[in-house]
């Protein structure tokens, strides 16, 4: 791509690192910020900038926060002794808006992946295993997605919390709600029958 | 969407603004930053703003520029007689990159388009019209989008030009290069039909 200014092939390429952006549509986005009203621009890098030097972690969760102990660490009405561990923050926000949890959580922040070069020490997987060992935790949910890596995860943080005297489980795998059984992966649709639940329990959440 | 903070929540919104991120496209982006260490969003800032503040605008062609003059506009070696007439900037990169065109360009800046509330006022078909009275101009190529608008906007300069001694044209309509026959529009087809050119002409270009 040829472009008639460097100021703009230099924003159409920092904003073509952002991942699925390619060029074409860095290109759309950086033109429609040109054509509108300055302060768009400034808004947008305002908030960016703010956020990537203000933004906080929970110290407890790692959760993303404003504060030191995010909103659901700090909140006594939930229950702090069910930890559901996720892969990020996103997790965290799906979870939540099922309205079906009242524990707490904690961010591994990833997956445990030897191809990306991600191992257990850059995850937060330390801290999650000393407040098992040292806290009042009754049950770890892991919620990790159902790939290679998750699983692994999975495995690495169960293996190091096993001797200590609480329940362990996952997420229920199955056919989505609402999905048609023919086109669901084998895989899926073994576990679901495997792992089938009593017809009475089915009608809940 | 809820979030756990508020400086994310600002950034992902304002980020949504642009055209065709949604709040969850633009939630991926900005945790995308957030994994990054802090100098890439400094660099994306720095080049969004100043992207933003220093561009300028070709005097003669309103093509986008880093000088008053863009390099088109003022390199002698191209025929400043042959004036391309296009909606924005985009279309100079995309007639650029064919290697075909040796004029120079006109940028509307949009299409005359009553439903956006956009009037031939607000983009740069006067100074169209006026290089055109005044100046030494042999031919215009029209080279909208083929749209009502486009249409519409093509007219409407071609009625302002009608009585100067120009040659007007447009670009050529019709089935794309590797297309399937069966599969282009009625339009296109009867026009690549009624508009077929000379088969010894057609290996050209």
């Known amino acids: 791509m040829e472009f008639s200014s460097k100021l703009l092939e230099k924003a159409v390429n920092e ?3 952002l991942p699925g952006i390619g060029k074409r549509t860095s290109l759309r986005l950086v033109l429609h910020l040109l054509k509108q009203p300055k302060e ?8 960016l900038t703010s956020m990537r030097e203000e933004v906080k972690f929970c110290v ?6 404003d504060v030191a102990v995010c909103e659901i660490c700090s909140n006594t009405k939930r229950d702090h002794q069910i930890i559901c561990v996720v892969e990020d923050i996103r997790d965290v926000m799906a979870i939540e808006n099922t309205g079906q949890f009242r524990g707490i959580y904690h961010v591994l922040g990833g997956k445990i992946s030897p191809i990306d070069g991600v191992g257990p020490s850059q995850l937060n997987i330390n801290s999650l295993v000393e407040k098992v060992k040292t806290g009042n ?3 770890i949910i892991f919620a990790l997605s159902s790939t290679m890596e998750g699983d692994t995860t999975n495995f690495y943080i169960f293996k190091q919390i096993q001797d200590c005297d609480i329940i362990t489980s996952t997420i229920a795998r199955g056919i989505s709600v609402g999905d048609e059984l023919e086109y669901a992966d084998e895989v899926t649709l ?3 029958i495997l792992q089938r639940v009593p017809f009475e329990k089915s009608f809940k959440g």
């Open 190 to 192: 073994g576990r679901s």
């Open 137 to 139: 935790v009754s049950e």
């Open 60 to 65: 407890s969760c790692h959760n993303i926060s």
């Open 15 to 17: 904003m073509a690192q």
């Open 40 to 47: 768009h621009t400034g808004f947008l890098v305002q908030a």
